[in-house]
């Protein structure tokens, strides 16, 4: 668990898309709508988020459900999230689980972090230095992050406009 000192809660604010490059980005909230933290995100974890947030409900579980299930089966538990570095633009993520009466931290993509918090209702942080370097990154590159904070959170229809539009080819992991 991280220390609160270190941290500050926050929550998924909303989805939205980059207005360029069309990439889902969440965006994470404080609790005063003080601060909030873009993170782009691929648009199988954006999925996962939006069917969450938006209380849909799959025919057979995905793979956020499907760790649940795990977890719940095995007396486990989610404690919390914390994304706890930004390095080289990119964020790094750990989940707090509770297990056979042992604590462990797991490294995950924050956007699994996430998705599994959602499902779990479990409380999300992020690092006080993350929020910081963060700030610094979309002041150093104007152009691109400085829009997000303009862009409307996309509608339930929207996502579903995407979906339907998706390829197979969209699945691939682009290395």
């Known amino acids: ?6 941290s500050i809660q926050m929550a998924v604010g909303g989805l939205t898309l980059d207005p ?5 980005i969440v965006i994470l909230k404080d609790t005063d709508n003080k601060l909030n933290l873009p993170i ?14 938006e209380g849909i409900k799959m025919a057979r579980p995905m793979t956020h459900d499907l ?10 538990s989610i404690d919390s999230v914390e994304i706890t570095e930004l390095k080289e633009n990119t964020y790094y993520a750990l989940i707090y689980l509770k297990v056979g009466g042992r604590e462990l931290a797991i490294d995950s993509r924050p956007s699994d972090a996430i998705a599994l918090a959602l499902r779990t209702k479990s409380p999300i942080y992020v690092a006080k230095e993350v929020l910081e370097a963060s700030s610094i990154l979309q002041q150093s590159e104007e152009g691109k992050e400085s829009n997000v904070a303009n862009v409307s959170n996309v509608s339930k229809e929207k996502w579903g406009e995407i979906l339907e539009k998706m390829t197979p080819d969209d699945f691939k992991y682009k290395m």
């Open 67 to 76: 760790l649940r299930s795990i977890l719940g089966e095995v007396g486990g």
């Open 1 to 6: 668990m991280p220390k609160k000192d270190d």
């Open 20 to 24: 360029v490059t069309k990439t889902p």
């Open 40 to 53: 782009w995100i691929g648009l199988l974890e954006a999925t996962a988020m939006a069917t969450e947030l």
